[in-house]
C-alpha cells in the first residue's frame, strides 16, 4: 500500500482524528479511505446519471403524451417491484 502526506488546517485534522477514534475506525487513515471509496462511488453514479441524461436528450422528442409517460413510469415501477 502507498503512502500519502498530506496538510489538514488544525479543524479538519480535528475533525478526522474524532471521526476515527468515533468507533467506527481503525484510525485516520481508515476514515479518509472510506471518504475517498464514498467520494468514488458518488462520482461513478453521477457520472452514469449523466449518461442516462445525454441519452435521453440524443433520443429526440417523444410522441408520447405526458400522461403516457407517467403511466409508462408507473407500470415499470410497478413491474420491478414484483420482480
Known amino acids: 500500500m502507498a503512502t500519502m502526506n498530506i496538510s489538514l488546517p488544525d479543524d479538519m485534522k480535528s475533525w478526522v482524528e474524532t471521526q476515527a477514534t468515533g468507533g467506527q475506525y481503525s484510525n485516520s ?10 467520494d468514488r462511488e458518488r ?14 436528450f440524443d433520443s429526440g422528442e417523444s410522441n408520447r403524451t405526458p400522461d403516457e409517460i407517467r403511466q ?4 415499470t415501477l410497478v413491474d420491478s417491484e414484483n420482480t
Not at 409508462?72 to 407500470?75: G, N
Open 43 to 56: 462520482n461513478h453514479k453521477i457520472a452514469a446519471m449523466q449518461e442516462m441524461i445525454t441519452a435521453g
Open 72 to 75: 409508462a413510469a408507473r407500470q
Open 29 to 38: 487513515s481508515d476514515y479518509v479511505r472510506d471518504l475517498i471509496r464514498h
